[in-house]
């Protein structure tokens, strides 16, 4: 008997390995983190691979493309407006500030009837040209107040004298060129 007693006192003495030490907060210490700092300390030392430099090539100045077919329809229509007597006609330029229209052409006139007329006279005429043209979409026939016209790359906007003064497309388009007809 006295064997297995002194075989028990062992083993109680043993239990507890010196490697595991508490801390104050009674939790056993974190495994440190050598290894990791290691591998981040190389890879903070290791030589940056060079790029190549490419060439840069200097900036161009010039803005988009110009598109004669839409600047004669802009004008051509714009024409056509001054032939019934429409007041203020402008072209803008928009080439690169939308991505919808190259040229706007804007115009008034006094009359709900007159802003009517000058929407049909430009379809008619444009219509029974050499190229004949159909607008791809129109609004405000009916009313006569603000119409507009999409023939694609140019749009028109023809207005009555107040409304175009109370939308000012000019000055939301502040930024580009313009060319007055009338």
Request: net charge positive.
């Amino acid at each position: 008997m006295a064997t297995k007693k002194k075989t028990t006192a062992k083993k109680s003495t043993t239990r507890a390995p010196a490697a595991r030490k508490k801390t104050v907060s009674g939790k056993t210490p974190a495994k440190k983190k050598a290894p990791v700092a290691k591998k981040a300390a190389a890879a903070k030392k290791a030589p940056a691979k060079k790029k190549a430099k490419l060439p840069v090539a200097p900036p161009q100045k010039t803005g988009p493309a110009e598109n004669p077919a839409a600047k004669a329809l802009a004008h051509r229509i714009g024409n056509l407006l001054v032939d019934k007597k429409a007041q203020d006609v402008v072209i803008l330029d928009v080439r690169g500030m939308t991505s919808y229209a190259d040229y706007f052409v804007i115009a008034s006139g006094e009359s709900d009837r007159q802003v009517s007329a000058m929407a049909e006279n430009v379809q008619v005429q444009l219509k029974t040209g050499d190229e004949p043209l159909r607008p791809i979409g129109t609004e405000g026939l009916e009313t006569g107040q603000w119409v507009l016209l999409d023939y694609g790359e140019v749009v028109a906007h023809l207005f009555l004298t107040d409304l175009r003064a109370h939308y000012d497309l000019e000055g939301l388009w502040a930024d580009a060129s313009r060319e007055k007809l009338a």
